[in-house]
């Protein structure tokens, strides 16, 4: 794996890696999502609603940089 990865870089991506491989694009897709929904819920319980909307907004402009629109809420 790529060096200067954490502990729990290395879990995320094996544990979406072991998704992938069982189920397939569709059961990888579904845990990103849960993840990233748990890491949403982490964040605003932890940091407040106002920063999880500005992470939503610095998403959605890295989005629309790229060519990628796709709307976060």
């Known amino acids: 794996m790529t060096p200067g990865l954490s502990d729990l870089d290395r ?15 569709a059961a990888f897709d579904e845990a990103a999502s849960r993840l990233v929904i748990a890491i949403c819920a982490v964040l605003a319980h932890t940091r407040g609603m106002d920063r999880l909307r500005d992470l939503i907004n610095l998403v959605e ?13």
């Open 61 to 73: 402009a890295i989005g629309e940089v790229s060519g990628k629109r796709v709307p976060l809420h």
């Open 11 to 25: 879990a995320v991506i094996e544990a979406l890696s072991a998704r992938y491989a069982r189920g397939g694009e």
